[in-house]
C-alpha cells in the first residue's frame, strides 16, 4: 500500500521568501507527526495532529512556523519569512492513533539561499 | 523532557561481525522504544521496536534489548551484511500518554559493514 508521500522533495528558495511543505499520511491513520532534521543530526519534533486539531505545538521554533492539516488527511507545514536556519530536511510521521509506530516519508529537503 | 543518548556516533565492522548501539533516556514516563533505520536521501525506516513490558524482542537477525531500571536499551544485529550500512537512530516516546507519543531520538550511528 502506499506510504506516507511529502512534496517537493527539494525546495531551494531565498531567504525571506514563504515556503509550503505538504504531507499525505498512511490512509486511516489519525496521528500526522512533523519533525526536522538537520544535516548530520537526529530528528527534532515539531507539531502533532490528532485528526485535524494539533494538540501540541510545542516544537515549532519560532511564529514564522505554522501547520494545519484537513480533516484525516493532508497536512501543510508553512514557514514564512525564511532564514538560513530553517534549511533542513522536514520530515512527517503518521500512526494509526499517537502511541502507535510511527511511518515516515522520505521528507522534503529545504535549503535557503 | 525527554533526553536521549546514543553511542557510539560511528561504527565500523567486518561483515559477518555483530554490530551493537546503546542508547540511554532520562524519562521514566518513557514506554516507547523504536529503532530506525535511514538510508541518504530516504526517510527514516522503523525496523523494530519494543515495549516496557517487555525486556528483549526478536526479529531474524535484529534484537532489542531493555532496561527500564537502568533507563538504557540497545539494539544487537547479527550476521551484519553490506545492506545493513546506514544511519540508526534509537527514539523514546510515552506511547500516547502526556507528550502524545511525540519520539525524541538520539543523534544516529552511521554503521559501516565492510565486506
Known amino acids: 500500500g502506499a506510504g506516507v508521500s511529502q512534496s517537493p522533495s527539494n525546495k531551494v528558495t531565498e531567504k525571506g521568501k514563504d515556503v509550503e511543505l505538504r504531507c499525505d499520511p498512511i490512509?486511516?491513520?489519525?496521528?500526522l507527526y512533523w519533525y526536522r532534521q538537520r544535516l548530520g543530526q537526529g530528528l527534532e519534533f515539531l507539531i502533532y495532529f490528532q485528526g485535524n486539531s494539533a494538540p501540541d505545538k510545542s516544537g515549532l521554533p519560532s511564529d514564522r512556523f505554522s501547520a494545519e492539516r484537513t480533516g484525516e488527511s493532508v497536512s501543510t507545514l508553512t514557514i514564512q519569512r525564511t532564514q538560513q536556519e530553517d534549511s533542513a530536511v522536514y520530515l512527517c510521521a503518521s500512526s494509526v492513533r499517537e502511541g502507535q509506530p510511527q511511518h515516515f516519508g522520505d521528507g522534503t529537503r529545504l535549503s535557503i539561499l | 523532557g525527554e533526553n536521549v543518548e546514543q553511542h557510539p556516533s560511528t561504527l565500523s565492522v567486518q561483515e559477518g561481525d555483530s554490530a551493537v548501539i546503546k542508547c540511554t533516556y532520562s524519562d521514566s514516563a518513557s514506554n516507547y522504544f523504536p529503532w530506525y533505520k535511514q538510508e541518504l536521501g530516504k526517510g527514516p525506516q522503523l525496523i523494530i521496536d519494543i515495549r516496557s513490558n517487555v525486556g528483549e524482542k526478536k526479529d531474524q537477525r535484529i534484537a532489542v534489548t531493555l532496561n527500564k531500571t537502568a533507563k538504557h536499551f540497545s539494539l544487537h544485529i547479527t550476521e551484519t551484511q553490506p545492506e545493513d550500512s546506514a544511519v540508526y537512530f534509537c527514539a523514546a516516546s510515552d506511547g500516547g500518554g502526556t507528550s502524545y507519543g511525540k519520539l525524541t531520538f538520539g543523534q544516529g550511528t552511521i554503521l559501516t559493514v565492510h565486506p
Open positions: 490512509s486511516g491513520h489519525t496521528a
